[in-house]
Structures are given as structure tokens and as C-alpha cells.
């Protein structure tokens, strides 16, 4: 829980303020739109003219949640009084929207739970104990700006906090983050729904890339891993920005203890997914790497590089983190 003094000081300055714009990180995942639209409908529910924008919009499996419609794809115009950052641990990470709301803004607050998170931004709401984005978001709603959160944004947050613990499932689950849930809930949000939409289901394109993935399939000293080309997407005509959810399901297989995909999303740009049993820390292999996250889930992108030398980088370093690692199982 963060003081009362920066929660006052960040409520402050979005009172104060008409027009305010909401950016995340590009690829955004459950938390990101989550956060990113749950703060949208309370503010417009203040008063606010919000502007939400994410490099490529909303993810398809994500377009159930109230107003995704209305976020930008792309922004190149406006000018704002406020800029909030959400789920965000780096400037960079939030891309060609980013750089230009925050160039475009007067004040521009920074609102994550990343231990890695770089402190950008004029007012800093950056919480590591929290499990998401989403449950800063709460907080700061609820005791900051003292709002009621209606069903939309319930819908909204709730959403974040379900993707981003894997159904209240990753080791920094508490009470607190249960009683949260409750309550958005309580507001009407669906748990079923939400779970439904974003845990239990995938594309059929995605299932292609799988295919496809599996062709790769290795595992060594307890890292699990997978090469994805470019090439795969090519093949099967499928958008390179598809959500997968593959390290999730290596991460699952009883002789694994870290899983990583590595993703070509274009030449000599490699995404990493990085996941974990618990006991095992990826989010310092990822900070080394320039990403960022969490120690079960955490993610980074190597740019001029190969898969080749990818792998013969990243691998070394994560049967490391299995050998300082000790499987915990409650």
C-alpha cells in the first residue's frame, strides 16, 4: 500500500485536469486493457474527456470488456492536461502512443505494479506488492480519488486482475487480492465471463502457431523452450501479435521448472514469454535481458538478433535461475 500523500497529489492533479489520456504497453495483455478501461469509465463518470490508446488497439479475445471499441489504435493528434501511464515498467514499452501522449501532456503519471518499473513520469503510483495494475487502479479509485467504481469498470478491472494472477493462481495472491475481487464482483462484474473469455478459450490461429511451435520443442536441466520463426506466421497467415498463452502451458509439464517461447515477430526481433513454477525467479533473467516483470511471469524482446543466438543467449541464463531456484509447493 503506498501513502496517502502520493495518492492525494495524483488525485490532485486528475481533478484538476479536462482532457487526460491513458496509454499501455504495446502487445497489451488483460491488465493493460483492463487497467486502461476501468480507469476510462471512471473518469468519464468524473466528468473527464479520456482519450485511451494502445499501439494496434484492443485484442480481439479482449473486445468484450464495456467501450473497447472507443480505445485508438494510433495517436497523431490531441493535446492533454494529464497522461496516465498503466502497467507500463518502461517509457519505451509503451510505444508510438506513448511517446506522443506523454510529448503532448502536461503531467504525466505513472501507475504500475512492475518491480522493474524505471520511475518515468512526474507522479510515480507504482506498487510491486500488487498483483496487477488493475488493483493499484482500485486503490487509487477507491481511497485517492474516492470514486465509486460502476459495473463497467468493475467489469474492467476485474478482468486485469484475473489475467494477470492466472485466476487468482500466482504466488502473490493474498486475502486482500480476494476481497477485491469480491467486491468488484459484488458491483456486477462476471468472474464466469471473464474467465471464460480470456483463460479457457483461443483462437484457432493461434492453435496453428502451436503446431508449429511444437516442431522446436526442447527441453534441458529443467528449461523448457520453443522457437517460433517468423516464417510460421508467414505461413499461416496469422498476425505476428496473436496471444498465444504457450509459456503458460509449458510452464505446466511435470519436468519443467522454467518455460520460455521464443517469438520472431519480424527479422531480428525476438520476443521472449518467460514463465515459472514457483521457486523459480524469470523476472531477474528478463531485467537483464531489458524486460521486465514478475518472478513467475515476465517477458523482454532482442532486438538485431537471430533466433539462434536468442536461444544460446537466454538459455544458459534461465538453467542458472533453475539451479538457485527450489521448487515450492503448497
Known amino acids: 500500500m503506498t501513502t496517502t500523500p502520493i495518492w492525494t497529489e495524483a488525485s490532485r492533479v486528475v481533478a484538476e485536469a479536462t482532457r487526460i489520456v491513458i496509454v499501455t504497453h504495446m502487445s497489451p ?8 478501461l476501468g480507469l476510462t469509465h471512471v473518469l468519464w463518470a468524473m466528468g473527464k ?7 494496434g488497439g484492443v485484442p480481439a479475445y479482449l473486445r468484450y470488456i464495456p467501450d473497447s471499441e472507443t480505445v485508438h489504435p494510433h495517436l497523431t493528434a490531441g493535446e492533454w492536461d494529464v497522461c496516465i501511464s498503466v502497467d507500463s515498467s518502461d517509457e519505451a514499452r509503451t510505444g508510438s502512443c506513448g511517446v506522443y501522449a506523454r510529448a503532448h501532456s502536461r503531467v504525466v503519471i505513472n501507475l504500475d505494479h512492475h518491480i ?6 512526474d507522479h510515480q503510483l507504482v506498487i510491486p506488492t500488487a498483483v496487477s495494475a488493475a488493483e493499484v487502479a482500485f486503490d487509487w479509485v477507491t481511497q485517492g480519488l474516492q470514486r465509486p467504481i460502476q459495473i463497467e469498470a468493475a467489469q474492467a478491472l476485474l478482468t486485469g486482475m484475473v489475467t494477470d494472477t492466472l485466476g487468482f493462481r500466482t504466488s502473490n495472491v493474498t486475502p486482500r487480492t480476494l476481497q477485491i475481487a469480491q467486491e468488484l464482483m459484488a ?85 521472449l514469454s518467460l514463465r515459472s513454477k514457483l521457486g523459480y525467479d524469470v523476472g531477474s533473467v528478463a531485467l537483464v535481458l531489458g524486460g521486465g516483470g514478475h518472478k513467475q511471469a515476465s ?15 537466454v538459455i544458459p541464463l534461465l538453467k542458472e535461475a533453475v539451479k538457485n531456484g527450489q521448487l515450492v509447493v503448497r
Open 116 to 121: 522493474t518499473n524505471t520511475l518515468f513520469g
Open 299 to 313: 517477458g523482454a524482446t532482442l532486438t538485431l538478433m537471430s533466433l539462434t543466438d536468442a536461444v544460446a543467449k
Open 49 to 55: 474527456e479520456v482519450d485511451a490508446a494502445v499501439d
Open 29 to 36: 495483455d488483460g491488465d493493460a486493457i483492463g487497467t486502461m
Open 187 to 271: 458491483t456486477g462484474a462476471s468472474l464466469t465471463e471473464i474467465t471464460a473469455r480470456t483463460l479457457d478459450t483461443r483462437s484457432f490461429k493461434s492453435l496453428l502457431i502451436w503446431r508449429a511451435a511444437f516442431e522446436t520443442l526442447k527441453l534441458e536441466d529443467g528449461v523448457i523452450w520453443t522457437e517460433i520463426p517468423y516464417s510460421a506466421f508467414e505461413d499461416n497467415h496469422v498476425d505476428p501479435g496473436v496471444e498465444l498463452n504457450l509459456s503458460e502451458f509449458l510452464a505446466k509439464i511435470d519436468e519443467a521448472r522454467i518455460a520460455v517461447t521464443f517469438k520472431q515477430e519480424r527479422e531480428g526481433d525476438i520476443r
